[in-house]
Structures are given as structure tokens and as C-alpha cells.
């Protein structure tokens, strides 16, 4: 049985009333240890989303294989899709994203100052609109030590070292990038096809943060808002989070206005 057959076998009354008078007020600590990064959340109860689906499929008596079933974008945002539900992401990371954003943060050499200045940044525009961990992706790519912020389908910021020099991609509104161009040190430009219409995505090359015009910033800042804002209320707002280049560290450093110096010195092998 896959997983939208799985979810034909349930009505939404039944969920709700597993949900709101069978289920447990909190489930076992040995569950939250095994399922510990995605819950449902729903009328005040948060739980983890593996663990609902099984329970579901014991009380309801629906054979459903767990072995066949995984915790995906598609599966989650299906679920939440139909019985309404909202998805609550913890900020944890595993060894292997924790390994793997050392050697990516251990690459940049010369520009480690910019990269914290670019996470400081971020972390202003995460708390000023408390945008939802769930809702937004953080990925790194070693083989070109670059950092992404990806809302939606759309990269939004991306950093990336190249010749001891930063490149920084941003996604600007397209009039006021085109009047402010002859300003910037510009390596390439994409224009966004879909909506929001008019944007644009570009690369620029600094040697320090205060190379970036205020009012590239600030269009950056505005245009990061307004993608979240497309998509926050959605139930299938996030996209392709399995990817290998997904790294939960770089979202926890964001969100959590870390220090990635002492993070990385304190998460030493």
C-alpha cells in the first residue's frame, strides 16, 4: 500500500477523532528519541509525524506496511493537506550535517568574517518575522563552497567563496536592481520566471559586508519577506528537503544567531 493509498483509507472525522480523544497527551520518550525532528501540530498537541501514522493505522485496523514509508516533503505535506494539519520542525541536526557543515565551514578560509556577517544578517530577517523553520531550506554545496537559503522553489541568498573573494547571490526586485546596477560588482544574473513576477536573481562579488548598497539590502530583506509571504500559509510550502545538500546545521546557526566559529570549535571530533 503507498502512502496516498493509505491516506484514501481514512476520513478526516476519523483522524480528528483519534487525534483530539484517543490519542495520547504525550506519546513515550523513546518515541520522541526515535522520530525527533518533524511533528504534527494540531489543537495543541504536537506529535511526531512516523509515529501518528502508525497508530493511525493500528486503531483503524489499515495494513499498512511502515517499512514502505518514509517521513518526504510529499508525504508530510499530503497528509497536512488533507486532515489540516501544520507541521512543527524541530532545529536538530544529525552527525553527518554536522560533519559535513565543519569541512564545508573549514573551506572558506579567508572569508569566514563575511560568512558570519551574511548569517547575522539572515537571523535579523528569521526573528523580525518569525518565520517557521519548516517553511524555508538551508543548504550547502562543499564542491563549491556555497551556502543557500531556497523559500519555496526560489533560492532567496546564497554565499559562496571563490578565489578568496565572496560571491553573494541575491534575489532583488528587477526595477530597482536595474537602477542600482551600475553600483555593483555584477558575475551573473537569472530572471525568475512565475510569481511573485519581476524578480530577479543576482550574483555579486564583495570583498567585505559593506560593499552591498544599503538599498541592495534592504530590497534583499523585502524580497525574502515577500517570498514567505507567498507561501507561509501553503501546506506544501517546502520542497526537496531529502536532498543531500540539505544541512539542518546551518539552519539551527541561522535561526538560533549562533556564533559559527565557537559552534564549529566546540563541535570538534
Known amino acids: 500500500m503507498t502512502f496516498s493509498e493509505f491516506i484514501k483509507q481514512l476520513t478526516t472525522e476519523q483522524v480528528d477523532i483519534w487525534w483530539n480523544t484517543i490519542s495520547p497527551n504525550e506519546v513515550p520518550k523513546n518515541v520522541e528519541d526515535e522520530n ?4 504534527l501540530s494540531k489543537n495543541d498537541k504536537n506529535f511526531p509525524f512516523k509515529w501518528t501514522v502508525k497508530e493511525l493505522a493500528a486503531y483503524y485496523s489499515i495494513d499498512f ?8 516533503d510529499l508525504n508530510r505535506n499530503s497528509f497536512c493537506d488533507v486532515f489540516d494539519f501544520d507541521i512543527v520542525e524541530e532545529l536538530v541536526y544529525n552527525r553527518t550535517e554536522s560533519n559535513s557543515f565543519v569541512d564545508f565551514y573549514n573551506s572558506l578560509q579567508q572569508t569566514k568574517n563575511i560568512f558570519q556577517e551574511a548569517l547575522d544578517y539572515l537571523n535579523k530577517i528569521i526573528l523580525s518575522n518569525q518565520i517557521n523553520p519548516y517553511k524555508i531550506r538551508m543548504a550547502t ?11 519555496g522553489m526560489r533560492a532567496v541568498f546564497a554565499i559562496r567563496q571563490e578565489n578568496n573573494k565572496v560571491k553573494l547571490a541575491l534575489i532583488l526586485d528587477k526595477t530597482i536592481y536595474e537602477n542600482k546596477r551600475s553600483n555593483l560588482n555584477v558575475k551573473y544574473e537569472e530572471q525568475f520566471k512565475g510569481k511573485p513576477e519581476n524578480k530577479v536573481l543576482v550574483s555579486i562579488e564583495i570583498t567585505k559586508w559593506n560593499d552591498i548598497p544599503k538599498e541592495i539590502l534592504e530590497n534583499n530583506t523585502d524580497e525574502i519577506v515577500l517570498q514567505y509571504d507567498t507561501i507561509k500559509d501553503s501546506k506544501r510550502s517546502s520542497w526537496n528537503t531529502e536532498a543531500n545538500t540539505t544541512n539542518s546545521v546551518l539552519k539551527y546557526l541561522i535561526f538560533k544567531g549562533q556564533n559559527v566559529e565557537e559552534w564549529v570549535n566546540s563541535n570538534k571530533i
Open 36 to 39: 525527533w525532528k518533524y511533528h
Open 65 to 72: 506496511n511502515l517499512k514502505d514509508f518514509s517521513s518526504t
Open 141 to 151: 554545496r562543499d564542491s563549491n563552497r556555497q551556502a543557500m537559503v531556497i523559500i
